[in-house]
Nanobody, 125 residues
Framework: QVQLVESGGGLVQAGGSLRLSCAASGRTFSTYSMAWFRQAPGKEREFVAAINWNGGITRYADSVKGRFTISRDNAKNTVYLQMNILKPEDTAVYYC??????????????????WGKGTLVTVSS
């Protein structure tokens, strides 16, 4: 099985920055598309950002485009989400997820094969 472990969440003031990390187990990490999703209380889980196997393709939700950057280091089996200019509406549990097939288009939660347990990001106003 693939295990994903997120870290880097915490409390930050609006306008500040955080970098989330997702460490993956297994030898096939470099073949996976990876994504970040988030879920706020009372809300459905929503797409944040995705990156294909070699980082050549990235996708972002409109709500975070220009502020967040997804990247990966396959040598370290790690995916990152750099979050800048954070807003209170970014407050959510952030989940790392893996998709084991080609990233042919936008990723939905049902497309993902593996999930981490999440890390909480709280942005104060």
């Amino acid at each position: 099985q693939v295990q994903l472990v997120e870290s880097g969440g915490g409390l930050v003031q609006a306008g500040g920055s955080l970098r989330l990390s997702c460490a993956a187990s297994g030898r096939t990490f470099s073949t996976y598309s990876m994504a970040w999703f988030r879920q706020a209380p009372g809300k459905e889980r929503e797409f944040v950002a995705a990156i294909n196997w070699n980082g050549g393709i990235t996708r972002y939700a409109d709500s975070v485009k220009g502020r967040f950057t997804i990247s990966r280091d396959n040598a370290k089996n790690t995916v990152y989400l750099q979050m800048n200019i954070l807003k209170p509406e970014d407050t959510a549990v952030y989940y790392c997820a893996a998709h084991t097939q080609r990233m042919a288009g936008p990723l939905r939660p049902l497309d993902m094969n593996y999930w981490g347990k999440g890390t909480l990001v709280t942005v104060s106003s």
